[in-house]
Nanobody
Framework: QVQLVESGGGLVQAGGSLRLSCAAS????????MGWYRQAPGKQRELVAG???????NHADSVKGRFTISRDNAKNTVYLQMNSLKPEDTGVYYC?????????????WGQGTQVTVSS
């Protein structure tokens, strides 16, 4: 069973930075895409950023220029560097990994890490 373990969340003042880490229990080359999602209280979970096996990245408009997703294949870890944090970035951040074949799609989630940005 694949495990994704997030870390790095916490409480930070607006304008500050945090770096989230997502450590996978197996080689991240196993996954076609990995990403970070977040869920604020009373809101739906939304995609923050994604990165493909080949290193192509995508960031939500709301975080472009402030957040950067990256991966370290040797450490089986995906990161989310978050700069210039805003109160609206507050939420639980979840790591996601997808394995896609012609016949199947498997999705894995971490347990989440809380990010709180104070004004």
């Amino acid at each position: 069973q694949v495990q994704l373990v997030e870390s790095g969340g916490g409480l930070v003042q607006a304008g500050g930075s945090l770096r989230l880490s997502c450590a996978a229990s197996e080689s991240i080359f196993s996954f076609n895409v990995m990403g970070w999602y977040r869920q604020a209280p009373g809101k739906q979970r939304e995609l923050v950023a994604g990165i493909t096996r080949g290193g192509i990245t995508n960031h939500a408009d709301s975080v472009k220029g402030r957040f950067t997703i990256s991966r370290d294949n040797a450490k089986n870890t995906v990161y989310l560097q978050m700069n210039s944090l805003k109160p609206e970035d507050t939420g639980v951040y979840y790591c996601n990994a997808d394995t896609i074949t012609i016949t199947t799609r498997r999705t894995y989630w971490g347990q989440g890490t809380q990010v709180t940005v104070s004004s």
